[in-house]
């Protein structure tokens, strides 16, 4: 695709659900990456996945969040039994290889309200 | 620890004019990355520039320019002949030459006034 597509662009939720965000990365672009914005916060990181290699979770802040990445493309980031505190705007990124200069392009991100 | 710091989170500037936005951080590394990404409303996040710590030659792009102190571990944005576009948040960021992930300031909002 032309961009990195996330979705849905907004989603409201009760507590104790779960929940599943959607990154479709640039085609062809081995490297992808899940961060968490919240508000009046910088942007924190939750997984990276390269290609074949086994994702990056140092970041996913409990055992409620997964992530899995099909085929080396499509994303899904997935949140059980959401709380309140994992109101936020998820932002997912890709790159086309890994590597610290290589630029990474964002999606406009999912923002998640749990009521 | 590897952090990032934003000390101004809203600055000001007039159209056509000049404005410096702050960033440190703090590594034992000696080798590492930095970028400046823009993100408008729209919450998309777009790269401005990025500098190579190894390089001294500071960063253009355009309007945009960093001033980087390797030794003060201190990495500004300057944007010149502000625009209304330019409008945002502006967010410093690190990465590290091994390792997988950008570390994020916090975040400085522009307001351009016309």
């Known amino acids: 695709g032309a961009g990195v597509s996330q979705s849905p662009s907004n989603k409201v939720t009760e507590k104790g659900k779960d929940v599943e965000l959607r990154c479709d990365p640039i085609s062809g672009h081995t490297a992808l990456y899940w961060y968490r914005q919240s508000l009046g916060q910088g942007l924190e990181f939750l997984i990276y996945f390269q290609g074949n290699s086994a994702p990056d979770k140092s970041g996913l802040p409990s055992d409620r969040f997964s992530a899995e990445r099909t085929g080396g493309s499509v994303s899904t980031l997935t949140i059980q039994r959401t709380q309140q505190e994992d109101s936020a705007v998820y932002l997912c990124a890709s790159s086309l290889v890994a590597g610290p200069y290589t630029e990474a392009f964002f999606g406009q991100g999912t923002r998640l309200t749990v009521v | 620890a590897q952090t990032v710091t934003q000390s101004q989170p809203e600055m000001s500037v007039q159209e056509a004019e000049t404005v410096t936005l702050s960033c440190t951080y703090d590594t034992s590394e000696s080798d590492y990355y930095l970028f400046w990404y823009k993100q408008p409303p729209s919450r998309q996040m777009i790269l401005v520039i990025r500098?190579?710590?190894?390089?001294?030659q500071n960063a253009t792009e355009n309007r945009f320019s960093v001033n980087f102190q390797k030794a003060a571990k201190s990495f500004s944005l300057k944007i010149s002949d502000s625009q209304l576009g330019d409008a945002a948040m502006y967010f410093c960021a690190y990465r590290p030459n091994t390792g997988n992930q950008f570390y994020f300031g916090t975040g400085t909002s522009l307001t351009v006034i016309p």
């Open positions: 500098q190579e710590a190894y390089k001294q």
